[in-house]
């Protein structure tokens, strides 16, 4: 790729990013666009719409940008949890990365690059016709002594990196322990979900669950709710909900036609009242959902899983910790999540039926990543003019406007992968959902690791080894000659590479604080729906989106620091831009669904581990390619330590994102020996963890004598 290519693709891009900064500084004062850019605000009373004009709405103002900066963490912590925390660390650990490595690689390997002779000498009098590969280690000679720069580089920003992983992990679990120690008492800190329960015959799941915990924890168990099979139920329930949602906005509208022929298309028949026809429905479907959950209150309609509540933490860690029976494949326990994060549908499915669903993912897994060479491919030929006139000669003539080969070049090879990529977390969540998780924060950690190792594949290794599916793979069964094939290849694409983050970081940036599709829902839905009518949603962040985004680029900027170095100022961009805007999203826009308390932390650190062992191969690959083997053989021990490090971190620090210790546990037990709101809280704890299908529900207008439902013994509790 030309330098003019890149400068093109930079001035498209930059121009996209101040557009959007514009017009959401002068959109965002708009009360219509209030549910667009401040729906957390506007949900927690913090906004009140005025209707009267004021000339400075259309000003743009930098207001906001002065909030997100001086927003502290303990402010972000109290109002998002410990996992926005988590992720705004994650932004600002690669800020310290690619400082560091920025002021090593652009004030000491790029000019040591571009005075090698290996390609050509960079020509300032027309440096846009220049290409890129002369500000990379591809320009140095092969045993040119500038070699040990690179070399004494990897080694500095290795140990660098390693240090700040060490102080992160550190930190965050410290964190994670101080923020459990300062909550106050949640229902899932007491409580385990229990599954694979043996039932004898003649009696029920309740039933088995009561007799064992009473004889094996009577000190300490209180109470249980079973599982039930809800699925029908919940169908019926959701068509409650729209049709309530209908007649309200009838109701709503003056306007709106109250009155319908009962025959075919609304032509024939004698004319209904349309009030009076979905009311008479929704009391209908009320009755279904009350005689629905008496049915499910029926043994047969029990999952042989349930949620056991305790008196204490520490008598629920216990019961999470140690085998429950002589047979591992019974009473099966794990951690219980929060109420809101149950992921209900999950306890429909048999045991058989999640097995054969984690064999279906991960087939289909590995067939979507076949399939997404095919864009990659076509992605790489953009960027190739000569294979394009090959390919297509009809675009000779246009291809020759040096303006539009480099909009094809630059910018359309990366934007076309990128709107590929955003296909992929929905298809991946949906992925996760039927692999068995029993929580939307487990659905979504998944999520995570499957979009980060996908992109990996997909746009790194798929990008670096243009060429045939088999070729591909044929690299990876050979081992040995991995680092050389690295070498040689992953240099060659700096320039796409460099294009990618500024398209795909930089944009994607800004239409994040910009919320286009909402923006575009909210000005179409608007001239037929009443605002005050609607419920305002608001939206939680999708980690498995873009946590995966910013430890991609973290991959490319560690691989590329030393082979590429020019990449590394628009890295920083990219990671200034995100640590205003999203500390922006959570003030006003993200509200937390559910709280992880940092357990997403472990995927990133992996991630950057793995990625300084990949630069590790790709080093010594260069090295030895550049005829300098004794740098190529002193790389060697790099990864090793690399990994060994890594084992260290996980023994030290793993242990506390998986469960709290006993200490901490003890602490807060004795904490709550003199709290009277106790006994309050385990009143409420016996029927917390209760599908939201077996509650009461009354949206018909004649609803008040079915506000109970049939099913009355969804829970038990043990005194």
Same mark, same amino acid.
């Given at each position: 790729?030309?330098?003019?290519?890149?400068?093109?693709?930079?001035?498209?891009?930059?121009?996209?990013?101040?557009?959007?900064?514009?017009?959401?500084?002068?959109?965002?004062?708009?009360?219509?666009?209030?549910?667009?850019?401040?729906?957390?605000?506007?949900?927690?009373?913090?906004?009140?719409?005025?209707?009267?004009?004021?000339?400075?709405?259309?000003?743009?103002?930098?207001?906001?940008?002065?909030?997100?900066?001086?927003?502290?963490?303990?402010?972000?912590?109290?109002?998002?949890?410990?996992?926005?925390?988590?992720?705004?660390?994650?932004?600002?650990?690669?800020?310290?990365?690619?400082?560091?490595?920025?002021?090593?690689?652009?004030?000491?390997?790029?000019?040591?690059?571009?005075?090698?002779?290996?390609?050509?000498?960079?020509?300032?009098?027309?440096?846009?016709?220049?290409?890129?590969?002369?500000?990379?280690?591809?320009?140095?000679?092969?045993?040119?002594?500038?070699?040990?720069?690179?070399?004494?580089?990897?080694?500095?920003?290795?140990?660098?990196?390693?240090?700040?992983?060490?102080?992160?992990?550190?930190?965050?679990?410290?964190?994670?322990?101080? $923020?459990?120690?300062?909550?106050?008492?949640?229902?899932?800190?007491?409580?385990?979900? %229990?599954?694979?329960?043996?039932?004898?015959?003649?009696?029920?799941?309740?039933?088995?669950?009561?007799?064992?915990?009473?004889?094996?924890?009577?000190?300490?168990?209180?109470?249980?709710?079973?599982?039930?099979?809800?699925?029908?139920?919940?169908?019926?329930?959701?068509?409650?909900?729209?049709?309530?949602?209908?007649?309200?906005?009838?109701?709503?509208?003056? !306007?709106?036609?109250?009155?319908?022929?009962?025959?075919?298309?609304?032509?024939?028949?004698?004319?209904?009242?349309?009030?009076?026809?979905?009311?008479?429905?929704?009391?209908?479907?009320?009755?279904?959902?009350?005689?629905?959950?008496?049915?499910?209150?029926?043994?047969?309609?029990?999952?042989?899983?349930?949620?056991?509540?305790?008196?204490?933490?520490?008598?629920?860690?216990?019961?999470?910790?140690?085998?429950?029976?002589?047979?591992?494949?019974?009473?099966?326990?794990?951690?219980?999540?929060?109420?809101?994060?149950?992921?209900?549908?999950?306890?429909?499915?048999?045991?058989?039926?999640?097995?054969?669903?984690?064999?279906?993912?991960?087939?289909?897994?590995?067939?979507?990543?076949?399939?997404?060479?095919?864009?990659?491919?076509?992605?790489?030929?953009?960027?190739?003019?000569?294979? =394009?006139?090959? $390919?297509?000669?009809?675009?000779?003539?246009?291809?020759?406007?040096?303006?539009?080969?480099?909009?094809?070049?630059? $910018?359309?090879?990366?934007?076309?992968?990128?709107?590929?990529?955003?296909?992929?977390?929905?298809?991946?969540?949906?992925?996760?959902?039927?692999?068995?998780?029993?929580?939307?924060?487990?659905?979504?950690?998944?999520?995570?690791?499957?979009?980060?190792?996908?992109?990996?594949?997909?746009?790194?290794?798929?990008?670096?080894?243009?060429?045939?599916?088999?070729?591909?793979?044929?690299?990876?069964?050979?081992?040995?000659?991995?680092?050389?094939?690295?070498?040689?290849? %992953?240099?060659?694409?700096?320039?796409?590479?460099?294009?990618?983050?500024?398209?795909?970081?930089?944009?994607?940036?800004?239409?994040?604080?910009?919320?286009?599709?909402?923006?575009?829902?909210?000005?179409?839905?608007?001239?037929?729906?009443?605002?005050?009518?609607?419920?305002?949603?608001?939206?939680?962040?999708?980690?498995?989106?873009?946590?995966?985004?910013?430890?991609?680029? %973290?991959?490319?900027?560690?691989?590329?620091?030393?082979?590429?170095?020019?990449?590394?100022?628009?890295?920083?961009?990219?990671?200034?831009?995100?640590?205003?805007?999203?500390?922006?999203?959570?003030?006003?826009?993200?509200?937390?669904?559910?709280?992880?308390?940092?357990?997403?932390?472990?995927?990133?650190? !992996?991630?950057?581990?793995?990625?300084?062992?990949?630069?590790?191969?790709?080093?010594?690959? %260069?090295?030895?390619?550049?005829?300098?083997?004794?740098?190529?053989?002193?790389?060697?021990?790099?990864?090793?330590?690399?990994?060994?490090?890594?084992?260290?971190?996980?023994?030290?620090?793993?242990?506390?994102?998986?469960?709290?210790?006993?200490?901490?546990?003890?602490?807060?037990?004795?904490?709550?020996?003199?709290?009277?709101?106790?006994?309050?809280?385990?009143?409420?704890?016996?029927?917390?963890?209760?599908?939201?299908? =077996?509650?009461?529900?009354?949206?018909?207008? !004649?609803?008040?004598?079915?506000?109970?439902?049939?099913?009355?013994?969804?829970?038990?509790?043990?005194?």
């Amino acid at each position: 790729m030309l330098v003019s290519a890149l400068v093109t693709s930079l001035a498209i891009n930059s121009g996209l990013c101040i557009l959007f900064f514009t017009l959401y500084s002068i959109l965002r004062k708009q009360p219509s666009n209030s549910e667009v850019y401040i729906p957390r605000v506007l949900a927690e009373g913090g906004y009140k719409k005025s209707s009267n004009f004021n000339l400075e709405r259309l000003i743009p103002s930098p207001d906001w940008l002065r909030r997100a900066w001086r927003l502290s963490e303990d402010d972000l912590l109290a109002a998002s949890g410990l996992d926005a925390v988590v992720f705004m660390r994650l932004i600002n650990f690669s800020l310290r990365v690619f400082l560091f490595a920025g002021v090593i690689g652009v004030f000491v390997m790029l000019p040591v690059n571009c005075s090698g002779d290996a390609l050509e000498y960079v020509d300032f009098t027309d440096l846009s016709n220049n290409s890129l590969d002369v500000f990379s280690i591809s320009n140095v000679s092969s045993g040119s002594s500038t070699l040990w720069i690179h070399f004494t580089a990897v080694y500095l920003v290795t140990i660098f990196i390693c240090c700040l992983l060490y102080y992160e992990y550190r930190y965050i679990s410290e964190k994670r322990t101080s $923020y459990f120690l300062a909550s106050k008492p949640q229902p899932h800190q007491f409580t385990i979900l %229990v599954r694979s329960i043996p039932v004898p015959v003649g009696s029920s799941v309740s039933d088995s669950v009561e007799r064992f915990f009473s004889e094996y924890h009577p000190s300490t168990y209180l109470s249980h709710s079973v599982v039930r099979r809800t699925n029908k139920l919940q169908n019926l329930i959701n068509d409650a909900k729209k049709l309530y949602s209908r007649l309200v906005h009838l109701q709503s509208d003056p !306007n709106k036609q109250k009155y319908k022929r009962s025959g075919t298309f609304g032509l024939f028949g004698p004319k209904v009242n349309l009030v009076d026809q979905y009311e008479k429905k929704l009391e209908d479907i009320e009755e279904n959902v009350r005689l629905g959950q008496s049915e499910v209150s029926l043994a047969g309609e029990e999952v042989r899983a349930a949620f056991v509540s305790f008196k204490s933490r520490y008598g629920a860690a216990i019961a999470f910790h140690l085998q429950q029976s002589t047979n591992p494949t019974r009473w099966v326990t794990e951690l219980a999540p929060e109420p809101q994060d149950v992921y209900w549908p999950f306890f429909s499915s048999s045991f058989f039926r999640r097995w054969i669903s984690k064999l279906v993912v991960i087939i289909a897994c590995i067939l979507l990543t076949i399939l997404f060479l095919i864009p990659v491919v076509l992605v790489q030929g953009l960027t190739n003019l000569t294979q =394009l006139e090959v $390919y297509f000669p009809f675009l000779t003539s246009i291809l020759t406007i040096t303006f539009v080969s480099e909009v094809v070049t630059g $910018y359309l090879p990366s934007l076309i992968l990128l709107l590929f990529l955003k296909a992929v977390p929905p298809v991946m969540e949906g992925f996760s959902s039927i692999q068995g998780y029993i929580s939307f924060s487990a659905i979504q950690k998944s999520a995570c690791s499957k979009v980060l190792w996908f992109t990996v594949w997909n746009v790194f290794f798929a990008t670096v080894f243009s060429g045939s599916v088999f070729y591909k793979i044929s690299i990876f069964l050979d081992p040995k000659n991995i680092p050389a094939k690295l070498a040689s290849a %992953v240099p060659a694409q700096a320039s796409f590479f460099i294009a990618y983050v500024v398209t795909s970081g930089w944009t994607s940036t800004s239409t994040e604080l910009f919320r286009i599709i909402p923006l575009l829902w909210s000005l179409m839905k608007r001239p037929f729906t009443d605002s005050k009518d609607d419920e305002l949603e608001v939206p939680a962040i999708n980690y498995h989106v873009h946590i995966p985004r910013v430890l991609f680029f %973290v991959l490319l900027g560690i691989t590329y620091f030393f082979l590429a170095p020019l990449i590394l100022p628009f890295l920083l961009a990219y990671l200034c831009l995100g640590y205003i805007v999203y500390r922006n999203q959570f003030i006003n826009v993200y509200a937390p669904r559910y709280e992880t308390a940092g357990k997403f932390w472990p995927i990133a650190h !992996n991630s950057v581990i793995f990625s300084l062992v990949l630069m590790h191969a790709i080093a010594v690959g %260069v090295f030895t390619l550049k005829s300098v083997p004794v740098a190529s053989t002193l790389t060697f021990p790099l990864p090793v330590f690399t990994l060994l490090f890594n084992e260290y971190c996980r023994k030290r620090f793993l242990p506390n994102f998986i469960a709290y210790p006993a200490e901490s546990l003890l602490k807060k037990d004795r904490q709550d020996e003199n709290d009277p709101t106790m006994p309050e809280f385990y009143t409420k704890l016996i029927g917390t963890y209760q599908d939201p299908a =077996l509650m009461p529900i009354n949206f018909s207008a !004649n609803g008040d004598r079915i506000r109970s439902p049939l099913l009355s013994a969804s829970s038990s509790s043990h005194s």
